[in-house]
């Protein structure tokens, strides 16, 4: 029976804890304006955070699909190349769909806001975690987003239409409010989680060698 080889825990760690950098800068460039009296970050104005609000719908709503290839466990060395490139296929669907909807900048945004909302940097550890562990996390990062997010759109009492919203002063209240609740999600929740699951699914492992082993040497 293989071992999978996992990272250490606490480099683990690290890296889940790495992908609240992004989102808390995502959180303050909300907050900024609020605080400062409708002082932008430079480089920034309420029609560039109305898309990463837009942005951020599509990509909690629909941004785990291009994902989907990521969780698939490819033992085979030739063939393991393969869901990277799916990855990249349903990607360039994902954001074709959103420069429909949203323009060129609306795709970039998409694409960002993907990136961010289901673990930034934890995405390239994908390889070094249990097929279990990356599968939970990623549908727990999309339900806990979406989830967030239309429970503050219907808390701010804000419609369906982005246009009407995303430019005002709930909006951008709205979006630093979403961001940090994921900032915290990936402080509290995530890096724990991870932790756990990794080390039952390593003990139970182990315990699956050890039996294996065990059974070998009483057939022989």
């Known amino acids: 029976m293989q071992v999978i080889k996992t990272t250490p825990q606490k480099h683990l760690l690290i890296y889940c ?13 909300f907050n900024i304006p609020l605080a400062t009296n409708g ?16 942005s ?22 030739k063939l393991r190349w393969l869901p990277k490139i799916l990855f990249i296929f349903f990607g ?4 074709g769909v959103a420069h429909t909807l949203a323009g060129t900048a609306g795709m970039l945004f998409y694409v960002l806001q993907v990136f961010l909302t289901y673990g930034g940097g934890t995405l390239f550890i994908f390889d070094w975690l249990f097929g279990v562990t990356r ?3 990623t549908l727990l990062r999309w339900s806990v ?11 701010f009492d804000l419609g369906t239409d982005f246009d009407v919203w995303r430019n005002t ?8 409010m979403y961001f940090y609740i994921l900032c915290l999600m990936e402080v509290v929740l995530y890096p724990p989680l991870t932790w756990y699951l990794e080390y ?10 050890a039996l294996d082993g065990f059974g070998r040497a009483v057939r022989d």
């Open 169 to 176: 002063r709930e909006g951008m209240m709205f979006g630093a």
């Open 200 to 209: 039952r699914l390593k003990d139970e492992q182990r315990y699956s060698v």
């Open 17 to 29: 804890l790495a992908a609240v950098v992004p989102l808390m800068a995502m959180a303050l460039l």
């Open 92 to 95: 360039f669907i994902c954001a």
């Open 39 to 54: 002082r932008f970050f430079p480089g920034t104005d309420l029609d560039v955070l109305g898309y990463l609000i837009h």
């Open 135 to 137: 599968t939970f996390l």
């Open 56 to 77: 951020e719908f599509l990509a909690a709503a629909s941004g785990v699909f291009p994902l989907i290839p990521l969780l698939i466990n490819i033992k085979s060395r």
């Open 145 to 155: 987003a979406l989830f967030v997010y239309v429970s503050l759109q219907l808390n």
